[in-house]
Structures are given as structure tokens and as C-alpha cells.
């Protein structure tokens, strides 16, 4: 077997270290289950922030409990290590206060859909089996004004070597075209439910007003 020569490897890391690829990534290594797809979830992660230039500074991330509570450990930014259930209403804190923050809220099944936010229907919806196009999601999550919500499709190949595996998520994940639904909040909420699989941004209103607006608006009526 041919070895790789010193030389080589020195070059990628220059080559890695000039694309400022490592820019929004911690000192901490991530301790994910080898073959997670969280790995791909904060790649893409990294990516938009990195392609939207924000400044570390100006970044929180807000997690839970689980697997993904681990987050905020492995970004080169603020983060908040909160309760069981309750990243979305101190991210929502955070926010209101912060408006200049772009402040990102992490959850997982045990998280945020059994409780702390199994009552929202997701505005959007990756697969962490492909990067390139959950950092899309992700640029227009955070463009977005006001709340943007995305579920992510990722195995638990530790816990779940049945149901949504690597194998299964690849067969059935397809992404929605424009003909697929319609730009209303039903059309919206029957593909959230009705159609598991499907990745791509199922709902999206930039006419409303977001909830920053709302409350400077009724500032100003007092």
C-alpha cells in the first residue's frame, strides 16, 4: 500500500486552513457515535455560516438535552446549554433581546418533538445525508425574518437499525419541487404531515411581519 507522504498532508491542512473551513468549528473534537448524521448537520452548519460571513460574536447557539445538547460545545461562538424541552423559548428570549443575534435553536426527537415543541410544524425540512443542500436550508433559515423552523431527517445508527437507517432514508428521501405544493400554510401543513420524506422548504410567507416588527410597531402606538 502507497503511503502518504508528510508533505501532502501539510499541504491539505494549509490548503483547509486558507479556506477558513475550520473558522466556525471549536477546539472540541465532536463526540457523536461514529457514522452520526449529526457530523453532516453541522457541516452544513458550518458552511452557512461561513458562506454568510456572520461574525462569531454575533452567533448563539441554544441547546437541550441528548445527543444534540452537545452542540454548542463544537462552534466557535456563544452557546447555551439549557433544560430538557426549553431551547426555543430562551432562543425566543434571546432574540428579543439580542435582535442583531443570529441565535440558532437545537433540538432532538426527546427535545423538542415529545415535548417543547411537537406542537409547531416545521416551515422547512433537510436530510443531514446531504449537505450541500441542508446549507441551503439553513442560508434560508437564517435570512428568513422572523422564526424559521427546519426539521432535519438524520439516523441514530447506535439506537435505530430498522426503521429510519441510513439504507431507508436514502431509498426514500426526494426532494419537493414547486409543483409539489402550493405557497399556502394548508398545502404546507398537509406535506409536513402527509409526506415524511420530502426535503426542501415546504412554507415560507416574507409578507408577514416578524414578531421584532410587531412589537417596535406597538412601541410606537404606546
Known amino acids: 500500500m502507497e503511503q502518504i507522504r508528510p508533505e501532502y498532508l501539510n499541504e491539505k491542512i ?5 479556506d477558513e473551513f475550520l473558522k466556525y468549528r471549536s477546539g472540541d473534537l465532536p463526540t457523536w457515535c461514529p ?15 461561513r458562506e454568510l460571513e456572520l461574525k462569531h460574536e454575533e452567533i448563539v447557539t ?11 460545545i463544537f462552534l466557535n461562538s456563544y452557546g447555551f446549554h439549557t433544560l430538557h424541552g426549553r431551547s426555543i423559548p430562551v432562543a425566543s428570549g434571546l432574540k428579543l433581546a439580542r435582535e442583531d443575534l443570529t441565535v440558532f435553536s437545537v433540538a432532538g426527537d ?9 406542537h409547531l410544524p416545521h416551515v422547512a425540512r433537510g436530510y443531514a445525508g446531504d449537505p450541500k443542500g441542508l446549507t441551503h436550508i439553513i442560508k434560508e ?8 423552523f427546519i426539521q432535519i431527517l438524520t439516523p441514530c445508527v447506535t439506537f435505530d437499525k430498522e426503521n429510519k437507517t441510513w439504507k431507508n432514508l436514502k431509498e426514500n428521501v426526494h426532494t419537493l419541487t414547486p409543483e409539489t405544493h402550493e405557497n399556502s400554510m394548508d398545502a ?8 415524511p420524506y420530502g426535503v426542501g422548504i ?21
Not at 457514522?35 to 455560516?49: L, N, P, Q, T, V
Request: hydrophobic share 30%; with cysteine.
Open 14 to 18: 494549509k490548503t483547509v486552513k486558507n
Open 35 to 49: 457514522g452520526c448524521g449529526y457530523f453532516g448537520i453541522i457541516d452544513a452548519w458550518y458552511k452557512a455560516c
Open 62 to 72: 441554544v441547546s437541550g438535552i441528548g445527543c444534540s445538547g452537545r452542540t454548542p
Open 110 to 118: 426527546g427535545d423538542a418533538l415529545g415535548i417543547g415543541g411537537g
Open 141 to 148: 433559515g437564517i435570512l428568513h425574518k422572523g422564526f424559521s
Open 188 to 195: 404546507a401543513m398537509r406535506i409536513a404531515q402527509d409526506d
Open 202 to 222: 415546504i412554507f415560507q410567507d416574507k409578507a408577514r411581519p416578524h414578531y421584532q416588527d410587531i412589537l417596535k410597531n406597538l412601541n410606537k402606538e404606546t
